[in-house]
Structures are given as structure tokens and as C-alpha cells.
């Protein structure tokens, strides 16, 4: 089955506490993108990734870093977490010659 | 700067009816890419159509129709006879297209679709 997974799902943590949301994928997709979602801000992307060894910044990149060793894992870290990095977040990934983009289920990070 | 317009903030109908959400979107790149996106209220998110900027041709998927013009930077997205599983959050994006389709994606704010039995 197509799937994009997310770990973990849900998460409290405090302010400067270093993490890392996982993301895998299973369909061999060179494309990956992580987006945020915040009420009255909407959806943002960002980093995305076109390849292994091989990303760029999206919208929102500050505070964030990313890496691509391997084509079906794309982690996002985030060093230093403070409160406003408080969000859902969604990882996605996509093949360049197919059009479609799977989701992951999101995850909702709480940062105290 | 890029940006997308969805202004309808909300909507309702009455099941069976039809229903478009409208998208403007502003770019100064030649080659881009458009998207329409359905959050429901699980809240997870569903890639719906992507188009690219040299295709204006209508697209239609079942009940789900899609009206891209460039003269007017539009992208509109319509659904005809409107089911209560329609009910969601739909989300219009842009991206450039340095590299591929999901380069620098912004997304509009969304429309929320409330269709009533």
C-alpha cells in the first residue's frame, strides 16, 4: 500500500529541546516536502527535497533543518524548538512523473 | 511575489447542488504549477488535481471539474451536485517550477464547503 508515514504523530516537548519528526515513504518518490498548518496562517511549506543530497528552502524554513540520505526518509529537525513552532505539521512526497502527492497524517507538535 | 486569492472565506449548500471555489493567483514566472487540495474534518490532506501553466485545458474527474485561465490568472474548481462528503477545506496553491511541480508552493487561505443534507 502507498503510504507516507509520520513519527510521532503527537508531541509535547519544551522550548530548546532538540527533535526530530521522521517521515518515510514506500513509493520510491524523488520529491518530499514538509509543510506547517497554523489557524489564521494556513499552509506553508517548508523545506522541500528533489532528490537524495538535494533540497531548498520553502516558505517558512527559519528554525528548521532537513536531510536527504536516503530517497525514502526525509526528517525534519528542529534544534531549538520555542513556542512558536507550535503547530500540525505534514510531510509529502511525490514522483517527478507522476503528478500525484501523498500526505502523511500529520503531525501535531505542541512546544511549551 | 506569488500569491493566491481564495476569497470565499466559507460556504454552504444544499446537497445536489453544484458548487465552484474560485482561485486567483499571481505570479511573474512563465512556467508554474496550480493545485487544489481538500482538507475534510479528519484533517488530513488530499492531493485533488495539479496543472501547469502551458495547459489550459479543462479537467474533469467524476464530479470534480477545474477552469484554468490565464487571462485572468484563474483556477477555479467546481463540484456538481454537491455531496455532504464534499464538506472540507479546500486549499489552491502555486509553485515556481525551478526544479519540478513542488518548488516554493504557497498556498491560498482555503475555502470551507459546508454542504448540507
Known amino acids: 500500500e502507498a503510504q507516507v508515514t509520520q513519527n510521532p504523530r503527537y508531541l509535547i516537548t519544551v522550548t530548546g529541546k532538540k527533535l526530530t519528526v521522521t517521515c518515510s515513504q514506500n513509493?520510491?518518490?524523488?520529491?518530499m516536502s514538509w509543510y506547517r498548518q497554523d489557524p489564521g496562517l494556513g499552509l506553508r511549506q517548508i523545506y522541500y527535497?528533489?532528490?537524495?543530497?538535494?533540497?531548498d528552502k520553502g516558505d517558512v524554513p527559519e528554525g528548521y533543518k532537513v536531510s536527504r540520505k536516503e530517497k525514502r526518509n526525509f526528517p525534519l529537525i528542529l534544534e531549538s524548538p520555542s513556542p512558536n513552532q507550535t503547530s500540525l505539521y505534514f510531510c509529502?512526497?511525490?514522483?517527478?512523473?507522476?503528478?500525484?502527492?501523498?500526505f502523511g497524517p500529520g503531525t501535531r507538535l505542541l512546544v511549551l | 511575489a506569488q500569491k493566491v486569492t481564495q476569497a470565499q472565506t466559507e460556504i454552504s449548500v444544499v446537497e445536489k447542488e453544484d458548487v465552484t471555489l474560485d482561485c486567483v493567483y499571481e505570479t511573474r514566472d512563465t512556467t508554474y504549477y496550480l493545485f487544489w487540495y481538500k482538507q475534510p474534518p479528519s484533517g488530513e490532506l488530499v492531493f485533488l488535481i495539479r496543472?501547469?501553466?502551458?495547459?489550459?485545458q479543462n479537467e474533469i474527474s467524476g464530479r470534480y471539474s477545474w477552469n484554468f485561465q490565464k487571462s485572468t490568472s484563474s483556477f477555479n474548481f467546481t463540484i456538481t451536485a454537491s455531496q455532504v462528503v464534499d464538506s472540507a477545506v479546500y486549499f489552491c496553491?502555486?509553485?515556481?517550477?525551478?526544479?519540478?511541480?513542488?518548488?516554493?508552493?504557497?498556498f491560498g487561505p482555503g475555502t470551507s464547503l459546508s454542504v448540507i443534507p
Open positions: 496543472r501547469n501553466s502551458f495547459d489550459e
Open positions: 527535497s528533489m532528490n537524495v543530497e538535494v533540497t
Open positions: 496553491a502555486l509553485s515556481e517550477a525551478n526544479y519540478g511541480s513542488y518548488d516554493k508552493v504557497i
Open positions: 513509493m520510491n518518490h524523488e520529491y
Open positions: 509529502a512526497s511525490s514522483s517527478t512523473g507522476t503528478e500525484t502527492q501523498y
